[in-house]
């Protein structure tokens, strides 16, 4: 994947993630310790978002990590059989 790609993918995500919490907060009626934020569905709604979207990032970084440790050992895998050549 490009840098441009990749750049556009995280502009993307945090721009819903931008737009979800402004919507979030918008919403929220002027009352002392209420509001939509403090109601249970919203709060494991937001919880589980923040959590997604981590995972999400976390696992990007994961794939990125492993695919460069098999490209090291495939170049190496490859510069040791051209050496016995």
Do not use: C, E, H
């Not at 002027?30 to 978002?49: D, E, H, K, M, Y």
């Not at 999400?56 to 050496?83: M, P």
Request: glycine share 8%; net charge positive.
């Amino acid at each position: 994947m490009s840098i441009w790609k990749k750049a556009l993918a995280t502009i993307i995500v945090l721009a819903i993630i931008a737009i979800g919490t402004y919507v979030l907060l918008s919403s929220q009626p002027n009352q002392r310790g209420g509001g939509v934020l403090a109601s249970p569905p919203i709060r494991t709604f937001v919880t589980l978002t923040t959590v997604g979207v981590s995972a999400f990032i976390t696992g990007f970084g994961t794939r990125d990590v492993i695919s460069r440790a098999i490209a090291t050992r495939n170049r190496l895998k490859a510069a040791r059989q051209a050496k016995k050549v």
